[in-house]
């Protein structure tokens, strides 16, 4: 749970750099990998979860479709949330994309939809609707 809330803490802070910048800095990725990696445990689901989100998005930036710092996003959220939650997130949050797109042209720039925001708003309403449906309470 402390993992949870670490990284949502995260996400607000990268939320903010992306909104103003459109770019989530290296310092900030570089210091919640290490910390959410340990604050989860350490264990393999964390691992496994760094290491294939770190290859899917690779690829994604690779091709030009995510920016660098979306892909190191991608692996900070690998390693809080593990492989599949973490894929689930960025996934939606990118489908949604051309939407935001769309509501926010003629407030941005031309540099595109900035993913932390996105992606925190997926993962609060995700999270929420698990947390609700479930019973479970979690960091809420």
Known sequence: MFALFLFAVYLLIASVYD??????PNWLNYVALPVLFG?????????IGWLGMGVVLFVAA???VIGAGDWKMGMVMGAALGFLPALIVF???QALA????S???RFSDKRGVPMAPLVTVVFVVGWSVVA???K????W
């Open 19 to 24: 909104l103003y910048t459109h770019r989530i």
């Open 132 to 134: 609700i449906t479930t």
């Open 103 to 105: 509501i926010t042209k």
């Open 39 to 47: 604050a989860s445990g350490m264990s393999m689901a964390s691992l």
């Open 62 to 64: 690779y091709m030009n």
């Open 136 to 139: 479970h309470v979690g960091i």
């Open 91 to 93: 996934a939606v949050a």
């Open 98 to 101: 051309p939407l935001a797109r």
